[in-house]
């Protein structure tokens, strides 16, 4: 069974680049969740989506970052203009519906250098 | 305060051992209770989910909630091995609000 997919699974890239990060989730999964993790620490929320509306952006650290969903499928995580403290793993969840467990992908590591 | 405490360990056990993982919470309108196992360079993986006081078991693995403590625990009988891995507690509220623990690491030592 599919469930939540990240792409790419790593991304080296340059300070002030901008990257993409991609989010496929469960099917029929309305709810879906972005998290940051630092090495060795715990997940940091970023942001929630219901459907494609964002109900919830009080994670994103600044304004370099954005998200969007399309329907209750594919979400977009930008970041512009990266900078060497945005090098971390950032993960997606799904959940059926907001109050519902979370299922996780297996992250983007994400290196600036 | 933080919503959600949990000892970072690490946790250090021989096989066989009886582990029991703990975390503790600030609000007592927290009414979801769930314990994520997490692989080194993997996602977390749901393990457990509960959403009333007393114990829920599956297989080796008990989850155990005391909502007059504000107290969650996850215990894992005749550890393997391969259950090595950061052991992560998460709380939600009746809303999108969850709150996950920073993990513990366990390490099962064959």
């Known amino acids: 069974g599919a469930g939540v997919s990240q792409s790419p699974s790593n991304k080296v890239t340059e300070k002030g680049k901008d990257v993409e990060l991609r989010c496929d989730p469960i099917s029929g999964h309305t709810a879906l969740y972005w998290y940051r993790q630092r090495l060795g620490q715990g997940l940091e929320f970023l942001i929630y989506f219901q459907g494609n509306s964002a109900p919830d952006k009080s994670g994103l650290p600044s304004d370099r970052f954005s998200a969007e969903r399309t329907g209750e499928s594919v979400s977009t995580l930008t970041i512009q203009r990266t900078q060497q403290e945005d090098s971390a793993v950032y993960l997606c969840?799904?959940?059926?519906?907001?109050?519902?467990?979370?299922?996780f992908g297996d992250g983007t590591r994400l290196s600036i250098l | 305060q933080k919503e959600v405490e949990q000892d970072p360990g690490p946790l250090s056990v021989p096989e066989g051992a009886i582990v029991s993982l703990n975390c503790t919470y600030s609000n007592s309108a927290f009414q979801y209770f769930m314990w994520y196992r997490q692989y080194s360079r993997k996602g977390p993986e749901l393990l457990m989910y509960t959403y009333s006081s007393g114990n829920k078991e599956d297989g080796r693995f008990t989850a155990q909630v005391d909502k007059s403590s504000k107290y969650i625990s996850l215990f894992i009988r005749d550890s393997q091995p391969s259950d090595s891995a950061t052991y992560l507690c998460a709380i939600a509220d009746t809303g999108n609000q969850f709150y996950f623990g920073t993990g513990t690491s366990l390490t099962v030592i064959p």
């Open positions: 969840a799904s959940s059926l519906k907001y109050d519902q467990p979370q299922h």
